[in-house]
């Protein structure tokens, strides 16, 4: 292994505006959950995206858990959910006892493929799901849950008009696409709840932390009273509901405060990263090689929170994907396959599944590059070194 410094797949960017909010946090000795940065971010984060209402959290799982009870999703209840993404989406379907149904990728913007999403509903109201599970009575499915990968927002108006169709509530994983848009409106403002995350490789972080947002009041109040241990209005304590330890102390919600503060220039500047790997490989596609980068739908707009690509070695001479991420490895630099699909995971190798491989394809051939929003010069002279005599450039 090279003795050179690591380079990240996309470490946190600290502006330096989050420390006046936490040194307020200190000095006010305003250190335990909630207070002033809470709903401040909270505000923040509404005036930014344009939706109405919003609960931060302390992980984007745990918005996805508690969109997933506040729309009634019960044991032996159907889920449809995207394959291709992090397993943060799908586990808290199993956290209620349901059952997921994912659902394949479309080619334009590898997230769910509207087709492929129909048909998941009509099997499921018929009972005609394969492997056939003996808890599954035919149903319409309780939610689904999209995804706009890598910060591409999905195909929302297809999804949006499959979902009203069956009457289905939407959940959207917002959690990679903040500053995102899809024909001009953010993405997380189309669901009925909407989900971000604000991890540390995040194109904003708060360490750890997310978001649950909703145009209606009373979701996000209830998300608040469940998030804070569902404590009644009473002098002792007393509960009459389950609740969870989900709501994001005041400490990082200032640090989201100062983070919000420069994420127009973190957009930018991950956009810029995407444009030089993009020029780079232009130059290596005129030599005979294929490679392929996440493509940018007609109306849509990514925040390119990391820059992936596509290997087909049989049109890239050999080099493989996998080829090139231990290339990356050996010099100390950070590269990862695009994400496994769900329904190839062994915790979910009986959940039925709908599409035509695409995601399989995409993860068997994809990776993702460094692409941290403060990537030095050096930085990306030692990545291109590496892809340079990877292809023979």
Known sequence: MSQLSKIYLSSPHMSGAEEKYVQDTFASNWIAPLGPNVDGFEKDLCDYTGAKHAAVLTSGTAAIHLALILCDVKPGDIVLCQSFTFSATANPILYMG????????????????????????????????????????PQTPAAILPVHLYGMPAKMDEITAVANKHDIPIIEDAAESLGSTYKGKQ????????????????????????ALLSDEEQLIKKARFLATQARDPAPHYQHSHIGYNYRMSNVLAGIGRGQMEVLSKRIQQHR?????????????NQKGYNV??????????????LTTILLDPEKNKGVTSEQLRLALEAENIEARPLWKPMHLQPVFS???FFGDGTAEQLFNQGLCLPSGSNMSKEDFGRIF????EVFGH
């Open 187 to 210: 993405t997380g403002t189309f669901g009925k709840m909407s989900v971000l995350s604000f991890n540390g490789n995040k194109i904003i972080t708060t360490s750890g932390g997310g």
């Open 350 to 352: 009986h959940a039925p």
């Open 98 to 137: 349901a059952t997921p149904v994912f659902i394949d990728s479309e080619p334009e913007t590898w997230n769910m493929c509207p087709k492929a999403l129909e048909q998941a509903i009509i099997a499921s109201q018929q009972g005609n799901l394969k492997p056939q599970t003996p808890n599954l009575k």
């Open 385 to 388: 070194g590496v892809l340079g």
């Open 272 to 284: 810029e990263v995407y444009e030089r790997y993009k020029s780079f490989f232009d130059s290596i």
């Open 292 to 305: 392929k980068l996440q493509p940018e739908a007609e109306g849509s707009y990514s925040n390119r929170w």
